[in-house]
């Protein structure tokens, strides 16, 4: 569940990790520790010495020091490509917003349910309807990007007046959701 929230807030913020690409390109001296410089690297693309791609087993990447080892030899002045897929927010900061999320479903006046994430199971419990993963998907996004006037899922359009504070537009959209929302909805508020 807590993978689908993470898409649908992904999607609310247009953080897009699947279209973000970049690269870094390094100039071998000594070391053939590469440090990268984009924090949130999903997928390292390729890797070329001098313009020849590398074979997955002649590199190693570790994403919690965010480092790229070469293990075939290299000559100094070898210039290193690595290309990678990234994205704006890490899955451990996207967890973190949503849980600042969730206290918000369960303190506003009409909605009666209080959610709680498990970082042990990676999960939210109790589990959430794929209705009440809209809302927090949607509070979320809010809270990250409270300047937004407009958040769209497959099924629901959300639209805010441009100087409406980031608390009113949690509190309202709780409180339509608490009173019903339709299968396919698009909310405005003036």
């Given at each position: 569940?807590?993978?689908?929230?993470?898409?649908?807030?992904?999607?609310?913020?247009?953080?897009?990790?699947?279209?973000?690409?970049?690269?870094?390109?390094?100039?071998?001296?000594?070391?053939?520790?590469?440090?990268?410089?984009?924090?949130?690297?999903?997928?390292?693309?390729?890797?070329?010495?001098?313009?020849?791609?590398?074979?997955?087993?002649?590199?190693?990447?570790?994403?919690?020091?965010?480092?790229?080892?070469?293990?075939?030899?290299?000559?100094?002045?070898?210039?290193?490509?690595?290309?990678?897929i990234f994205s704006k927010y890490s899955d451990t900061e996207l967890n973190e917003y949503i849980r600042a999320s969730l206290p918000w479903i369960s303190i506003k006046n009409n909605y009666d349910k209080?959610?709680?994430?498990?970082?042990?199971?990676?999960?939210?419990?109790?589990?959430?309807?794929?209705?009440?993963?809209?809302?927090?998907?949607?509070?979320?996004?809010?809270?990250?990007?409270?300047?937004?006037?407009?958040?769209?899922?497959?099924?629901?359009?959300?639209?805010?007046?441009?100087?409406?504070?980031?608390?009113?537009?949690?509190?309202?959209?709780?409180?339509?959701?608490?009173?019903?929302?339709?299968?396919?909805?698009?909310?405005?508020?003036?």
């Open positions: 569940m807590l993978n689908t929230i993470r898409r649908k807030v992904r999607a609310l913020i247009e953080d897009f990790a699947n279209i973000k690409k970049d690269f870094e390109t390094f100039e071998y001296t000594t070391s053939k520790i590469f440090t990268l410089s984009e924090p949130n690297i999903s997928s390292i693309e390729k890797v070329l010495r001098n313009g020849t791609e590398l074979g997955s087993g002649e590199y190693i990447y570790d994403s919690t020091t965010n480092k790229i080892k070469i293990i075939v030899s290299l000559t100094q002045g070898d210039i290193i490509e690595v290309d990678y209080c959610f709680e994430l498990e970082t042990e199971s990676n999960g939210i419990y109790p589990t959430p309807s794929n209705r009440e993963s809209d809302l927090i998907a949607i509070i979320t996004s809010i809270i990250i990007k409270p300047n937004y006037s407009i958040y769209r899922l497959p099924n629901l359009t959300v639209r805010y007046p441009k100087n409406m504070s980031k608390e009113e537009k949690i509190q309202r959209i709780i409180s339509k959701f608490a009173s019903g929302i339709g299968i396919s909805d698009t909310i405005t508020w003036n």
